[in-house]
Structures are given as C-alpha cells and as structure tokens.
C-alpha cells in the first residue's frame, strides 16, 4: 500500500527566507510519480510541481523545487525567496503506473511572516 | 484558473436528501476524479471515470454514486445525506500524469 507522511503540521518562516517542506512515501512499486498541490485558504487544490520516480533530475517550476531523494524515499518541496501569498496548506500526494488517483498526506500549514 | 468547472460552489442540504454535484473537466481530459476532503478524514479518492467508464474506485460509501457523460462532464450523486457527509468535494481531470482540480463544492448538511 502507499502512504504518504508530512511530518509538519505547521511551520512559520520569515518573508523572502527559503522553506523546505518534508514529505516521505513508502512504495513497494519502480514506477511512480509524485505532486505538490497548495490550498489557500480559499480552498482551491493548484498544482505546484511534479517529479517521476524515473527523473533523475530535481524537477523546478518557478521559486519551487522538488528535493528528490529516491533512496530516502523523499521528496520534499523547497520554495526560494518565500512570499506572503505563500501562505497556505500544502500537500504531498503520489500516484503509481496504471492507477492514477492520488494518495496525499495530512498537509502542512505555511506561513509566511511579514 | 485550473480550467475545471464545478457547481455548485456552496450547498446546505438537510439530513436524508439527495444532491448532486457537477464536474466539468479541462477541455480534452478523459479522466475525472472526485475527491473528498475532510477534517477528520483528510483528502480521500472516491472515484475516477475515463471516457464515460468507472476505472477506479475508492473509499466510496454505497449511498454515492457517479457517472461520467458522452460530453465528459461527470456528477457526484450523494443520497440519504448524514452530517458527517459535510466535506469539500473535488473534482479533477488528467490528461497524461498532473491531475488539476476544480474550486470544489462545500457541502453541508444540516
């Protein structure tokens, strides 16, 4: 089975510092990939970044990288240069070749401080 | 803007109804998914349709059901409604591997 851990419930960082969200999973499988949704407070689900366990780069989009770390079974999200509209939940979530729905963690709540 | 359409946006049911939730998906996504989102339960999988067929199923109670529809809109039908029925529902479309969600429906029973 798979099952996704965030280990901080909340975290506080200061605006314009770099944060680094945990997320570990457990797989049994070769092939799968792995996401990172944010959810503002107003509640939509965006899709921030995306890492196939066959990269074999950290994948970036924009202020956000992914720190995949295959052996460690790790794939935490870093976000450069931290902005107030950062603040929100946010989500590590997995799915393996031939199933496609997402298994997420509980989430970590960000925020940023002024 | 995710490109995904749900509707509606807030609902405030009694105990015992029926509602019915609707998913437009992203233009050309065969895929779609439904999924709950509770305090106690976390986000949880309901459901998937490809192409107007049930591919997946998930952690869905037997008083919910789904359909996905020849124009690829789905609905999420929920009957005999309890409280802890009350959650944020989400739906989502694919293509190839990212999923992109819908604002989502914020059901609550009453």
């Known amino acids: 089975a798979q099952k996704i851990t965030q280990t901080q419930p909340g975290m506080f960082v200061q605006e314009k510092e770099a944060v680094t969200l945990d997320c570990t999973y457990d797989t049994s499988d070769q092939s799968y990939g792995l996401f990172w949704y944010k959810q503002p407070s107003s509640g939509e689900m965006i899709f921030l970044i995306y890492q196939g366990s066959y990269d074999e780069q950290n994948a970036t989009e924009g202020r956000y990288s992914l720190n995949f770390q295959k052996a460690r079974k790790s794939a935490n999200l870093v976000i450069s240069a931290s902005q107030l509209g950062d603040s929100a939940m946010y989500f590590c979530?997995?799915?393996?070749?031939?199933?496609?729905?997402?298994?997420f963690g509980t989430g970590t709540r960000l925020t940023i401080i002024p | 803007d995710s490109g995904v359409t749900q509707t509606p946006k807030h609902l405030i049911t009694a105990t015992g109804q029926r509602v019915t939730l609707r998913c437009s998906p992203r233009?050309?996504?065969?895929?779609v998914y439904w999924y709950q989102q509770s305090l106690d339960q976390g986000l949880q999988f309901l459901i998937q349709?490809?192409?107007?067929?049930?591919?997946a199923k998930g952690n869905i109670l037997e008083r919910f059901s789904a359909q996905q529809f020849p124009d690829l809109h789905s609905e999420l039908n929920l009957s005999s409604l309890e409280l802890g029925d009350s959650a944020l529902y989400f739906c989502a479309s694919s293509a190839n591997t990212e999923a992109f969600f819908g604002q989502g429906t914020r059901l609550t029973v009453v």
């Open positions: 979530a997995m799915t393996h070749f031939g199933n496609e729905k997402l298994t």
């Open positions: 349709y490809y192409n107007g067929e049930e591919r």
């Open positions: 233009s050309g996504d065969l895929s």
